[in-house]
Nanobody, 125 residues
Framework: QVQLAESGGGLVQAGDSLRLSCAAS????????MGWFRQVPGKERTFVAA????????SYADSVKGRFTISRDSAKNSVYLQMNSLKPEDTAVYYC??????????????????WGKGTLVTVSS
């Protein structure tokens, strides 16, 4: 089992930036990829970004390309999501996720095995 804890959510205005953090603990040694997903109440959870734990491969949803950047710090067992030029439509609960399966980086959009509890990001217009 891998435990994930997100932090960094909050209320910001359109155009602002925000950085989400996710700390992983437990059986992290078999983690192959980590990512961020988001969910608006009443809608399905959707893919935001993913990163391979080893190497530099990343993948992004079209809606966040050029605005969001995913990164990781292996020494701290942490992954981050830098969100710039935020829009009201970015408002959602953001979930950190991790997966032990070795897949192409653009194949994790359907979901991952382990999930955090989420952190709320609200972008006001």
């Amino acid at each position: 089992q891998v435990q994930l804890a997100e932090s960094g959510g909050g209320l910001v205005q359109a155009g602002d930036s925000l950085r989400l953090s996710c700390a992983a603990s437990g059986r992290t040694w078999n983690t192959v990829a980590m990512g961020w997903f988001r969910q608006v109440p009443g809608k399905e959870r959707t893919f935001v970004a993913a990163i391979k734990w080893y190497g530099t491969s990343t993948s992004y949803a079209d809606s966040v390309k050029g605005r969001f950047t995913i990164s990781r710090d292996s020494a701290k067992n942490s992954v981050y999501l830098q969100m710039n030029s935020l829009k009201p439509e970015d408002t959602a609960v953001y979930y950190c996720a991790a997966d032990p399966k070795l897949l192409p980086i653009d194949s994790y959009y359907n979901g991952m095995e382990y999930w955090g509890k989420g952190t709320l990001v609200t972008v006001s217009s």
